[in-house]
Nanobody, 123 residues
């Protein structure tokens, strides 16, 4: 069982930056694939970024070049650095984990989810 707790959300002006963190429980965190998803009001949950247990990120086209996913296995934490934020990035951001060794881009592929953290970007 893995428990995930996100933090770092908030209100920021367009062009600003935020760094989200996702702290995970469990001794096997280093072997888990991790991902970030987001859900805006009235929209479906969408993929943002993912990272393998060994590192190496993959991004949605909408955030490529602006967001960076990383992980610190010693701290059982995955991060999402978000730069050049836009109003359309406004959403609840969720952290997800799965024991797969692959890059996972679909929400249904993840077994564990955090409670989400709100990110609001004002224009």
């Amino acid at each position: 069982q893995v428990q995930l707790v996100e933090s770092g959300g908030g209100l920021v002006q367009a062009g600003g930056s935020l760094r989200l963190s996702c702290a995970a429980s469990g001794r096997t965190f280093s072997r888990y694939a991790m991902g970030w998803f987001r859900q805006a009001p009235g929209k479906e949950r969408e993929f943002v970024a993912a990272i393998r247990w060994s590192g190496g990120g993959f991004y949605a086209d909408s955030v490529k070049g602006r967001f960076t996913i990383s992980r610190d296995n010693a701290k059982n934490t995955v991060y999402l650095q978000m730069n050049s934020l836009k109003p359309e990035d406004t959403a609840v951001y969720y952290c997800a984990a799965d024991s797969s060794i692959a890059i996972l881009r679909e929400a249904y592929e993840y077994d564990y989810w955090g409670q989400g953290t709100q990110v609001t970007v004002s224009s």
